[in-house]
């Protein structure tokens, strides 16, 4: 029992905590909202089999954002998911929480904008950790194109790669046939 203890106490030195990457600092919210094409992301168990996967960000009165995350799944039937994004960076740094509208519980996930220009591409990171482990983290590449320039792609990869994040384990969203 003491040695689970301790392996348990030093396990988070050994492994480290998440990633903690830099963000947009003078986040500008409202040339963010609007659609996002999903390019890129770390695979998540809630999406296996989408595609033409978009985010749409809108302004709530209360000043937070709408979050509506759809999807094609099987077929061409449509998946959506409902949320809110509130601004948590310190001195305007593009750090949310993210919560799911759900109707027992809210879970909540840090959504931080690493890059964007606002017009063409956003690199997205989420990591949460559990006892100082990381339990979760994923990547997205967003695109304001639903198929954007080879390119821009590749400038997302080394924006990322510059951070420390790890692109080996992003893969693509079928973007492809989607209206």
């Known amino acids: 029992m003491y040695f689970l203890l301790i392996i348990a106490s030093i396990l988070p030195f050994c492994l480290g905590g998440c990633l903690n990457p830099d963000v947009v600092q003078h986040f500008n919210v409202p040339a963010y909202l609007g659609k996002w094409y999903e390019q890129e992301k770390y695979p998540q168990i809630f999406q296996v089999g989408g595609r033409c996967t978009t985010a749409e ?14 999807e094609q799944i099987i077929g061409d ?34 959504y ?15 990591c949460q950790e559990l006892f100082g482990v990381p339990v979760s983290s994923t990547a997205w590449i967003l695109t304001r ?4 320039p080879q390119s821009l792609i590749n400038q997302a990869y080394a924006k990322l790669e510059a951070q420390g994040i790890d692109t080996n384990k992003l893969k693509k969203t ?3 046939n989607c209206d």
């Open 174 to 176: 079928d973007q492809t």
């Open 145 to 148: 194109e639903q198929n954007p």
């Open 77 to 110: 039937s449509t998946s959506s998911i409902e949320g809110t994004a509130k601004l948590v960076g310190q001195n305007g740094e593009a750090k949310l929480d993210f919560s799911i509208d759900l109707k027992i519980v809210s879970p909540h996930a840090p």
């Open 57 to 70: 960000y809108s302004l709530n009165d209360d000043g937070t954002v709408h979050v509506l995350n759809t």
């Open 112 to 126: 931080w904008v690493v890059d964007t220009d606002y017009t063409s591409y956003a690199l997205v990171w989420s």
